[in-house]
């Protein structure tokens, strides 16, 4: 990063803080369906901290060349979908707009505006469609559109923007290319999908413009502007760096120079009192949540391991954080029969446990998130396994090797992929996880087991797992009935088989290593032809001219 864009994020940063110093966005996520005839149809998630400044939310959509904005809905975190007006007025006050939502038309745009009510951690989905997104060129059809405006306040923390056809066509760079401009983050092939992510936190001048090119055939626009799509790749590559390698020398004056090292020295005390910050808060979620926590002896939020994994990340101060997951999941597995421990010979011919892929059967009591994960495991255990015995090289080797990537990374995205989670609508969850952890935690302490009970003890190791307390809590299961251990194979394979940690080590260093390399790649893949050709990769930060949509401003006001 160069010292001016270090800077120009600083100085952002401080500015941001003093205007919204009580209003975040912190993710936005846009999911863009186009249909057959060329129109898109959005939604738009927005997980918001909201403060008492500002009385409404609004959308910038702008330059539209033709297209029209229709079908303009929305609503918040508890389902409840706000009132279209047919008028708006910007100068209605806070508790008026309240529940509301209308279109303002200016400039030959629109802002789609409503009431953010409230203040606290609000969730708003707006959807609404923009006709004739999608046009038809001479040689191919395509559009080049600004998803998120320049300038939006508060800035955005994070953006994820999920391009989808209607009629469920897979999308790939065999029929399409993309190229993303104005952010930090990448543009990519992602299971059918394009799929447009941030890495890095908004600032003022940065945006969010995709440009796609679809070959004829796929899609039958309405509205044909009879000119060459080569024409607007023209205009959108102007100032960008996929015609050139972006400069790797800093030639800012003396001035800027000495502006960052203060703008450092900020930073510096910012980071100081984050680190003095998060082990308050820390310690503040454990207080506010943890105290007078009873006993929960029963499997609790309806055995959900996804979400109970988030809402143990978010108490813990962290965002993602799926290592007790996955080990979790493999427990899950185990006790399902999809996979087993058995010792085989390695490849030095020591006799070692090892995974066994057995057959997979779908649990109907299990959430979908739940099925997803374990499927997802499940699918990479058995393709990467020899005979149906999988040794720790043969997940490593599958898992690196390019050809399985349609199997291995969306379900690594999945993996990265944060919920929201809102801890003061999640009490009675907390109740019951803290409760269930510190019944496992006490389990010494506990002189009588009823038979009822010890039929939970399979999902006990799961849970217990998640917590990160197995080998404790298998140990005193073992001193008050080894018996269950001895005519139990499962609970024996798991009493055997919680202490191999070469699979786990394995399997989730693969996927961080996996993961983040191609997610690096992006970002490394400086002017490559691959990249600029439309094949996918880092966004340049410049650039993208000539889009339509979008515009300047939006956010709270």
């Known amino acids: 990063m160069s010292t001016k864009r270090l800077f120009n994020i600083i100085l952002v940063m401080a500015l941001s803080t003093i205007a919204f110093a009580n209003s975040r966005l912190h993710d936005l996520n846009i999911n863009v369906v186009l249909s057959k005839s060329g129109d898109a149809h959005i939604t738009e998630t927005r997980r918001m901290t909201v403060g008492s400044e500002g009385t409404e939310c609004y959308i910038v959509i702008g330059d539209l060349n033709g297209s029209k904005v229709e079908d303009f809905s929305v609503k918040d975190e508890t389902g409840r979908r706000y009132e279209n007006t047919l008028y708006w007025n910007v100068d209605w006050k806070r508790e008026y707009k309240t529940g509301k939502c209308g279109i303002v038309e200016k400039g030959g745009g629109y802002e789609l505006c409503w009431g953010i009510g409230e203040s606290g951690e609000r969730t708003y989905t707006t959807t609404y469609t923009i006709t004739n997104l999608l046009k038809a060129y001479n040689e191919s059809d395509g559009f080049n559109w600004m998803f998120v405006a320049e300038d939006v306040q508060p800035y955005p923390e994070h953006v994820l923007l999920t391009i989808s056809a209607a009629d469920s066509t897979m999308f790939t760079d065999s029929i399409a290319n993309i190229w993303a401009f104005r952010y930090g983050g990448d543009v990519q092939f992602v299971d059918g999908c394009i799929v447009a992510e941030s890495t890095e936190p908004f600032t003022e001048h940065d945006a969010m413009v995709v440009m796609v090119e679809f070959a004829k055939g796929i899609f039958s626009p309405t509205m044909n502007t009879g000119e060459q799509f080569e024409a607007v790749k023209q205009r959108a590559f102007e100032d960008s760096d996929y015609l050139t390698e972006p400069s790797k020398e800093d030639n800012n004056p003396w001035w800027m120079t000495w502006l960052t090292w203060i703008g450092g020295i900020g930073m510096g005390f910012l980071a100081l009192v984050g680190l003095v910050g998060d082990p308050i808060e820390r310690c503040y979620k454990k207080w506010k949540y ?27 101060g962290k965002l993602i954080d799926y290592d007790k997951l996955l080990s979790a999941c493999l427990v899950k597995l185990i006790n399902m029969g999809a996979l087993g421990i058995e010792n085989h010979p390695d490849k030095k011919g020591k006799i070692e446990p090892a995974y066994v892929v057995k057959k997979w059967t779908a649990d109907e009591g299990m959430g979908p998130d739940d099925q997803k994960l374990l499927h997802g495991i499940y699918t990479i255990f058995d393709r990467a396994a020899g005979d149906k015995v999988l040794e720790p090289w043969e997940l490593k080797e599958f898992m690196e090797d390019e050809r399985n990537e349609s199997v291995v990374f969306p379900f690594l995205r999945m993996l990265h992929s944060a919920h929201l989670v809102y801890l003061s609508k999640e009490k009675e969850n907390i109740r019951q996880l803290l409760g269930l952890k510190k019944y496992l935690e006490d389990f ?24 990160g307390c197995a080998s404790t809590v ?27 940690p070469d699979m786990h080590k394995v399997f989730t260093k693969s996927a961080d290593h996996i993961y983040y390399s191609r997610m690096s790649s992006s970002e490394s893949d400086s002017g490559g032809s691959h990249r600029r050709s439309g094949g996918g990769g880092r966004a340049s930060r410049s650039g993208g001219g000539g889009h339509s949509g979008g515009g300047h401003g939006g956010g709270i006001r």
């Open 290 to 316: 943890g105290r007078n926590v009873e006993w929960y002896r029963e499997i609790p939020m309806d055995g959900n391991l996804t979400r109970a994994n988030d809402i143990l990340n978010h108490l813990n």
């Open 444 to 467: 010494t302490l506990l002189d009588e087991r009823g038979v009822q009970e010890i039929t939970l003890w399979k999902d006990y190791m799961v849970w217990a797992t998640l917590f």
């Open 474 to 500: 298998i140990k005193e299961m073992q001193k008050i009935n080894p018996e269950f251990f001895k005519m139990d194979n499962i609970a024996r394979q798991m009493s055997e088989g919680i202490s191999i």
